[in-house]
């Protein structure tokens, strides 16, 4: 299978692009990617798992105003998170018409993962903002 920097430079090699040193630059990066990505299985993250209820059978109201039940263990402290092995991510930034969708579009096109989904960036910040 191709990947984005081969279908770049074949884009190239065709004339239907003209070169850019700074794409072909971010296409390697996203080449790069693309190859630690293929196989990567996420692992569980101990930041998202939900700590037990340790409440008492009083419930909130009844340790509050001092009823029955059991008191509730104190917290314990947070998981320590170890970063995720290998490289997380890659951030393109330019003004209006560098390619930045452009070559997103060929790193998603040619990703050979099942399961991706392409938002573009505004999208993708409502969508953070909204939560």
């Known amino acids: 299978p191709s990947g984005c920097l081969e279908r770049y430079m074949k884009l190239k090699g065709n004339g239907e692009i003209i070169e850019d040193m700074r794409q072909e ?12 990505l293929v196989g990567y ?8 798992l939900k ?10 109201f009844g ?11 104190a917290p314990s402290a947070p998981p320590k998170l170890k970063p995720a092995p290998g490289q997380k991510g890659l951030y393109l930034w330019g003004g209006t ?21 392409r938002i573009h960036f505004h999208e993708w ?4 903002h909204s939560r």
């Not at 340790?63 to 263990?73: E, T």
């Open 63 to 73: 340790g509050l105003f001092g009823g029955g039940g059991k008191k509730p263990a």
């Open 41 to 48: 299985t996420p692992t569980s993250n101990p930041a998202t």
């Open 97 to 117: 018409g560098t390619g930045k969708t452009f070559m997103m579009d060929i790193f998603h096109d040619t990703l050979p993962i099942a399961k991706k989904k």
């Open 125 to 128: 910040m409502i969508d953070v």
């Open 25 to 36: 630059v971010c296409m390697k990066m996203l080449g790069d990617l693309q190859k630690a």
């Open 51 to 60: 700590l037990k209820d340790e409440k008492g059978a009083a419930g909130f």
